[in-house]
Structure formats: structure tokens, C-alpha cells
């Protein structure tokens, strides 16, 4: 019997979480409500979670606080944000903080549960990607274990930036298509995927400014280029 993949559901509506709750159940997924962060912490200090699914608003402490401690321990597992905000700054700090989706309430079960199977997907198909190293001028970049090794200086990439700098790397010296990173990455070309998108991009830019041969140019109203002397997988 396959073993259910098991959600922690931070959610302090009581009758909201009882009712996703359920609805998760019932799509076969093992799921576990807590009502705010610090209960949302302390199950996943006891548990073993495949995906978090966080509201933003809690009490005692909310849910961005809550995903950087999660982080903390887990760099890799993914988290996808329930809130009322729909204030640009509040979805980009989501997504600086390594959220995988966002949702806006109010929204229908059926959506959470493909956006949840869409992440997990996502999850698994990083996890079965062979071994690959690309040498990006003096940088060797380790995919797999998402490693920018610069001589004797390690840098640990997030899942995003590496799946990003993986792309860019296969597209060295060419335009990689915006829309295309977009849905490879995030799975969706919406608008706050485009400005997560952006930060991350940033990110990788000071990764690799130590060797200004190096560049990530924006090419306008098409996507990006990562130029570098040498590029090799």
C-alpha cells in the first residue's frame, strides 16, 4: 500500500482548517491541522512532512515567520502560502522567503489540492534529476547538491536558485526565454512568479560576482542571458 503523503496545514480559521483538512483526506493525502505557528512548529519538529501549507495571518506567530524557521531546518521542502493580502509586497515576501505558490483567499479545495499536487510533482522530478556539473568561468556548479563552489568557498544554493542557474547554464550564451523559466521553475507565468523570478535572478547575480567575466543580462521583453567565457557541462 503506497504511503500517504503527508501535509502540515497551519490554518488558525477553525472551520476553514477542519474543512481542508478533510477535503485533504479525502484526496488521499495524511494531513495535520494546527491552528497557528508556534503549533505549526512544534508538529514539524515531531513530524515527517512532505509539504507545508501555511497561512500567512496566525496568532502567536505568522506564517512567514513560521517558513523561515521551517527553512532553517529544511532547506528543500515545499511550502505554499494561504492569505487574504493581496498586496504586491506581502506575495514578494513570501516568495523571498522560498515559498512554491501562493494563494489568495478566497479560493476553492480543488485548487489547493492541483497547486499541491503540482509542487509535489515539481519535488520529484528534482529529486530523480541525474548528477550534473556545469564550470561557469572560475565557478563549478553542482546541481545535485546545489553547491557554487568558487575554489575554497562553498555557497549552498536554494532549490530555485540552482533550477534557475541550471537553466541559464544550459542556455549559456543564448536567450532563455522568460515564460519558459517561468513555467519550468514555478510551473506558472502569473504575475508574482514573474517578480519572484526577478528576485532570484538577483540572487544569482551576487553568487557569481566574484568573476566579473561573468553576467546576467536582461534582454527586454524576452527573458535573460547568462554570459560567461566558458560554459561547460
Not at 476553514?16 to 512544534?42: F, H, T
Not at 553547491?147 to 562553498?154: K, M, N
Amino acid at each position: 500500500m503506497e504511503e500517504k503523503q503527508r501535509v502540515l496545514l497551519c490554518e488558525d480559521d477553525e472551520n476553514l482548517g477542519m474543512l481542508l483538512r478533510e477535503y485533504l483526506q479525502a484526496k488521499g493525502y495524511s494531513a495535520e491541522l494546527c491552528p497557528d505557528g508556534d503549533a505549526g512548529y512544534k508538529a514539524f519538529l515531531k513530524g515527517n512532512f512532505d509539504i507545508c501549507v501555511l497561512d500567512v495571518m496566525m496568532p502567536v506567530k505568522d506564517g512567514f515567520t513560521l517558513a523561515q524557521e521551517i527553512r532553517a531546518m529544511n532547506a528543500d521542502i515545499p511550502i505554499i502560502f494561504l492569505t487574504a493580502k493581496t498586496l504586491n509586497e506581502d506575495v514578494l515576501e513570501g516568495f523571498k522567503i522560498g515559498a512554491d505558490d501562493y494563494i489568495t483567499k478566497p479560493f476553492s479545495m480543488e485548487v489547493l489540492v492541483v497547486r499541491i499536487e503540482n509542487v509535489l510533482r515539481r519535488v520529484s522530478g528534482r529529486k530523480n534529476k541525474e548528477n550534473a556539473l556545469y564550470k561557469i568561468g572560475r565557478f563549478m556548479f553542482d546541481t545535485k547538491k546545489q553547491l557554487l563552489v568558487d575554489g575554497e568557498e562553498q555557497t549552498k544554493l536554494t532549490t530555485k536558485e540552482s533550477e534557475l542557474l541550471a537553466l541559464l547554464c544550459a542556455h549559456a550564451n543564448e536567450i532563455l526565454q522568460r515564460d519558459y523559466a517561468l513555467k519550468t521553475v514555478w510551473t506558472d507565468d502569473n504575475y508574482f512568479n514573474a517578480r519572484s523570478m526577478d528576485v532570484y535572478i538577483t540572487r544569482l547575480r551576487k553568487h557569481l560576482k566574484a568573476d566579473d567575466s561573468i553576467e546576467i543580462i536582461n534582454i527586454h521583453g524576452k527573458g535573460y542571458k547568462l554570459i560567461a567565457p566558458e560554459v561547460e557541462a
